[in-house]
T-cell receptor
Framework: DTGVSQDPRHKITKRGQNVTFRCDPI?????LYWYRQTLGQGPEFLTY????????KSRLLSDRFSAERPKGSFSTLEIQRTEQGDSAMYLC??????????????FGPGTRLTVT | GQQLNQSPQSMFIQEGEDVSMNCTSS?????WLWYKQDPGEGPVLLIA?????ELTSNGRLTAQFGITRKDSFLNISASIPSDVGIYFC?????????????FGQGTELSVKP
């Protein structure tokens, strides 16, 4: 079963360091989404890709955050100069993104980031 | 960011009891989805609803898409210990918004054997 995978599962970093997360979507899924989830809250949308094109970015995505999906397959999310407020679970989801049920999003296990 | 109003925030029930939770929004959605999340894991899709008034079942789970398209509820019948977790509703608008999900705050379910 090739579901959505994320790497690493856990990351502890010191404030000011840069971190990069990777997401591998379900094969043939055209759309890839990034969400952030803090303790006790539901996930919040960050950005999404249609193939390799980044089509929308949330206001939550400050200029320290950058996401790429260079070949329309896997995606990376980089956070520069991390702050303690960046500590959260970063979730990736993918969908076929055509019509109807193709928009159902399937999530990966997440990357838990702790900034000390 | 925008979130839906989900209630209750938590529930403590006895095994075998039925559970009901709901979600409301000030905005209209094309699709309502319900997810379950275990600690340290990503959300798992349980049920997706596509039409106002639609009632859909998945095993012991039943969900409905409200007529006004601004609300949805999820029922779990005859709860079992493995139902423990956090349940999230999510609304989705496909047109002009790319299909991003707007989530509720979650309902934490505890089941006593």
């Amino acid at each position: 079963d090739t579901g959505v995978s994320q790497d690493p599962r856990h990351k502890i970093t010191k404030r000011g360091q840069n971190v990069t997360f990777r997401c591998d979507p379900i094969s043939e899924h055209n759309r890839l989404y990034w969400y952030r989830q803090t303790l006790g809250q539901g996930p919040e949308f960050l950005t999404y890709f249609q193939n390799e094109a980044q089509l929308e970015k949330s206001r939550l995505l400050s200029d320290r955050f950058s996401a790429e999906r260079p070949k329309g397959s896997f995606s990376t999310l980089e956070i520069q100069r991390t702050e303690q407020g960046d500590s959260a679970m970063y979730l990736c989801a993918s969908s076929l993104g055509r019509w109807g049920r193709d928009h159902e999003q399937y999530f990966g296990p997440g990357t838990r980031l702790t900034v000390t | 960011g925008q979130q839906l109003n989900q209630s209750p925030q938590s529930m403590f029930i006895q095994e075998g009891e039925d559970v009901s939770m709901n979600c409301t929004s000030s905005s209209i959605f094309n699709t309502w989805l319900w997810y379950k999340q275990d600690p340290g894991e990503g959300p798992v899709l349980l049920i997706a609803l596509y039409k106002a008034g639609e009632l859909t079942s998945n095993g012991r789970l039943t969900a409905q898409f409200g007529i006004t398209r601004k609300d949805s509820f999820l029922n779990i019948s005859a709860s079992i210990p493995s139902d423990v977790g956090i349940y999230f509703c999510a609304g989705q608008t496909l047109y002009n918004q790319g299909g991003k999900l707007i989530f509720g705050q979650g309902t934490e379910l505890s089941v006593k054997p």
